[in-house]
C-alpha cells in the first residue's frame, strides 16, 4: 500500500506494506510514478515508508492531502473492480474536504484506468490506522486500484503509465491543476480572395444543374458538363 500526502504545491507520502499478494510491488512501483507525475504538474510530493506513523514531518504537518494507495485482495468470482474511500467523520476532521478530493479521485481514475467502480466501504477504511496519526487540518483518502490478482485488473494494473496516469488525473482534478497540455486553438483560414482566384475557378454541375462545386482542377465525367468562365461544352463521354 502506498501514502501520498499533498500540499497546495502538494506533498504525497508513500507508504508501503505486505498486503494482499502481490499488493507491495504494485503499489511501490504505482506510487512511485504518481509521484513523479505530480512533481512535474508542480506538486511538491513527499513519499514515506511503512512506519509513516511516526514520521513527524507527515503526522505534524498540515497536508492538503494525504492519499494511501492500496491494491485489493482477488475475490472469486466477480469482475474485479476497485474503489476510493474517505476517514469516517469521527476520526477526520476535515471530512468534507477529504470527501471532495476522494470523489474528484474516483471520478478520473476509473474512467482512465478501465477498472470497475465498486464503491464501499468497511473498517479498514474508514478507519484506517493512519488517519488518528494525522493532523486535523489534513484530508484524507485511501484508493484500491483494483484487485491485484482477478485475471482482468492484474493485466490492467501492469500498465504502470495508465494506473499511476489515472490516479494523478483524480489529484490535478481535485486541485484544479490542468493534467493535459491546452489544445492549440485551431487556426482560422485566411478569406478567399475570390477575384484572384476566378480564373483558374472550374464550376461542375450534373446535367440537371442541381450540383454546383468549386475545385482547382478540371473534372471530367460522363454526364456532366464543365465551364470556364463563360466558355461552355458537354462532356459525351
Given at each position: 500500500m502506498g501514502h501520498i500526502n499533498a500540499k497546495n504545491n502538494i506533498e504525497p507520502s508513500l507508504r508501503t506494506s505486505t498486503g494482499a499478494p502481490g499488493e507491495q510491488e504494485l503499489t511501490k512501483r504505482i506510487t512511485d510514478r504518481v509521484s513523479a507525475l505530480l512533481r512535474d504538474k508542480g506538486f511538491e510530493v513527499r513519499q514515506t515508508d511503512a512506519c509513516a506513523n511516526g514520521d513527524i514531518t507527515i503526522?505534524?504537518?498540515?497536508?492538503?492531502?494525504?492519499?494511501?494507495?492500496?491494491?485489493?485482495?482477488?475475490?472469486?468470482?466477480d469482475n474485479g473492480g476497485g474503489f476510493v474511500d474517505y476517514p469516517d467523520p469521527s476520526?477526520?476532521?476535515?471530512?468534507?474536504?477529504?470527501?471532495?478530493?476522494?470523489?474528484?479521485?474516483?471520478?478520473?481514475?476509473?474512467?482512465?484506468?478501465?477498472?470497475?467502480?465498486?464503491?464501499?466501504?468497511?473498517?479498514?477504511t474508514?478507519?484506517?490506522y493512519m488517519w488518528r496519526y494525522l493532523t486535523a487540518n489534513t484530508p484524507c483518502c485511501l484508493i484500491e486500484?483494483?484487485?491485484?490478482?482477478?485475471?482482468?485488473?492484474?493485466?490492467l494494473l501492469a500498465d504502470t503509465n495508465r494506473i499511476a496516469g489515472a490516479v494523478a488525473r483524480g489529484v490535478c482534478k481535485a486541485f484544479?491543476?490542468?493534467?493535459?497540455?491546452p489544445t492549440p486553438p485551431i487556426p482560422t483560414p485566411a478569406p478567399i480572395d475570390w477575384q484572384k482566384k476566378y480564373d483558374d475557378l472550374i464550376v461542375i454541375a450534373d446535367k440537371d444543374h442541381n450540383?454546383?462545386?468549386?475545385?482547382?482542377?478540371?473534372?471530367?465525367?460522363k454526364g456532366f458538363w464543365w465551364t470556364k468562365i463563360n466558355k461552355l461544352k458537354t462532356l459525351l463521354s
Open positions: 503526522t505534524q504537518t498540515d497536508w492538503d492531502l494525504f492519499l494511501a494507495i492500496h491494491g485489493d485482495a482477488d475475490y472469486a468470482g476520526v477526520d476532521a476535515s471530512t468534507v474536504e477529504s470527501k471532495r478530493i476522494k470523489e474528484a479521485i474516483e471520478s478520473e481514475y476509473f474512467k482512465h484506468a478501465e477498472i470497475l467502480n465498486t464503491p464501499h466501504s468497511n473498517p479498514n474508514k478507519f484506517y486500484l483494483g484487485q491485484v490478482q482477478d485475471p482482468h485488473d492484474k493485466v484544479n491543476i490542468p493534467y493535459d497540455p450540383l454546383i462545386i468549386d475545385v482547382r482542377g478540371i473534372v471530367f465525367g
